[in-house]
Structure formats: C-alpha cells, structure tokens
C-alpha cells in the first residue's frame, strides 16, 4: 500500500540535482546534519535574488485582482530582502550586494510596467497540509511528484489555466529541461481545468511571458518516471557515487562536510551555509 511517509519524493529540482551528480542528489536532499537534524543547503546572491522575487511575486496570487499593485512591490521587496542581506544572501560585500539588489527592483519595476497577467485571476494548487502539493506518479512504485508552481493563470473564456514560470537568471530554460514536463503532469493532476498554454517570463530582460510548447502528456510521464525510478533505486542501494569522483556539482556541498564552509543561518528545515574558493563562489 502507498504510504506518504515512505514514498520516493520527486521534484524539479531534487531530479535536476540527481542529473547533474547522485552525491550532489544525496547530499542536498537526503543527509541530515547529525547535530541539528536539518538538510544542507549552500547559499549565493543568484539564488538569494530568485528566491526574493518569487517570493514577492507569488504572494500577489492569493491578493484580490483589483488589489494587487495598491501596494508597493518594492516596499516589499525591500523587506523580503533582509532575509539575503549581507552573508545570509552569499555576498561578498556591500557592492555586489548593491548589484543584485538593483538587478531585482529593475524586475520588479518591469512587473509594474507591464502588469499583464498579474491582473488575472490566478488558480493556486494546494495540499491538506504544510507540504508541498503532489500526486502519486505511481502507486506501484510509490513514488510521489511534488513542486511548487510560480503562477497559474485562469482563461475564463474557456475557464482554462496558463502555467507560468517566472525566470530571474540570464540565461533561457534549455529545451529540453524537465521543469515544464514536470510542472505540466502536475497542474493536470490536481486541478480539472485544461491546460491551455504555458510561459517563461524572463524578468531581467522581457516586458512579456515567453510562450512556449506545451509538453506531450505520454512522453513527458516516460521522461519523468524513467528518472524518478533510477532516483528510487539509487535510494534503495544507497549508491550515490559522484561519477567524476568529485565535480563542480558536489565539490561545494563535500566542503560542508569537510568544515570549510560557513555556517549563517537556518530556514524552517535546512541549515544554510556560504562557500568561498580563492575570492570568488563555485557555482
């Protein structure tokens, strides 16, 4: 029988941490930290301003319509960003700091501009609990397909949904990513409504969402299974070899381990750390 408790947990970024390197997949999402219980995470301004934007960005999803930009997202913005200023973001200094954060409030400013489908009603996925939302990819198996979805965006002249992902890097998601496979099997199994579309908006450089091909249901279910299978059994054998013996993926998290990392600071479930090599972040 299928059990929540001891399924096979898979996600997009879990699988993606897998595809790069299985010790990078262990370290980041099964080791727990003897002392505190917690998984490791390693924090850099990247990921620091990501993390910011989303956050503002999909706290407009549960706001009514008509009350969305009363507020000042750079107000909130601001305040968000005292989570990730200083070390707690990755920074070297105050300059780089400066850096990223002028890079999110042009984004943020960009949503301002070209409100588009902010001003949409949006459809939010929900779980009974505090756990992210998910399904059964398989029962068989017992392996559950879980995310977080940035925006979904309700049609209502055919009552269909829009997924969009808001992108804050520079460069464009590659064609072949799994993130909209994934995310398209799991609109289609917790809500009803037909999947009409789905986007990339790069926010550093485009007033507008991308729009790109929706994903074939049959090849994007293979794609996804096939993986998440090779993840459960690496699980089961508890193999987790690096294949390079040590690579640009698993290096920075081997350095936690070995305590040449910095410790500053814990989310609800993850102890977070800083790397530094000869000035500069291994990315």
Same mark, same amino acid.
């Given at each position: ?65 008509? !009350? ?24 070297? !200094? ?64 055919? !009552? ?20 909209l496979p994934i995310y398209y099997l799991l609109v289609k199994n917790l809500q009803k409504r037909i999947i ?88």
């Amino acid at each position: 029988m299928s059990n929540d408790r001891y399924a096979t947990w898979i996600s997009h970024s879990s699988i993606g941490d897998f595809i790069k390197c299985p010790r990078l997949y262990y370290l980041h999402n099964v080791y727990k930290d003897l002392r505190s219980g917690h998984k490791i995470t390693i924090m850099n301004p990247y990921l620091a301003l990501g993390q910011t934007i989303h956050e503002v960005v999909e706290s407009l999803s549960v706001i009514k319509v008509e !009350d969305r930009l009363k507020h000042s997202l750079q107000d909130k913005f601001n305040t968000v960003w005292e989570k990730v200023t200083g070390e707690l973001g990755g920074f070297h !200094d105050a300059d780089e700091e400066k850096l990223f954060k002028d890079r999110g409030t042009k984004m943020l400013q960009r949503i301002i501009d070209n409100p588009g489908l902010i001003l949409n009603k949006a459809v939010k996925l929900t779980s009974p609990d505090s756990l992210p939302p998910r399904y059964y990819l398989s029962e068989e198996e017992n392996i559950l397909l879980c995310g977080k979805i940035d925006w979904l965006e309700h049609i209502p002249e055919d !009552d269909s949904i829009h997924i969009v992902d808001f992108k804050t890097g520079k460069n464009e998601e590659e064609e072949y990513s799994l993130q909209l496979p994934i995310y398209y099997l799991l609109v289609k199994n917790l809500q009803k409504r037909i999947i009409k579309k789905a986007s990339y908006w790069y926010l550093d450089k485009n007033d507008s969402p991308n729009e790109v091909q929706l994903p074939n249901l049959n090849e994007a279910y293979k794609r996804v299974f096939d993986l998440a299978l090779k993840v459960k059994q690496s699980r089961i054998t508890k193999s987790y070899n690096c294949p390079r013996n040590g690579c640009y993926a698993c290096r920075p998290y081997e350095a936690i381990l070995n305590k040449k990392a910095k410790f500053v600071g814990t989310s609800s479930y993850q102890d977070i750390y800083i790397i530094k090599s000869q000035g500069s972040y291994w990315n």
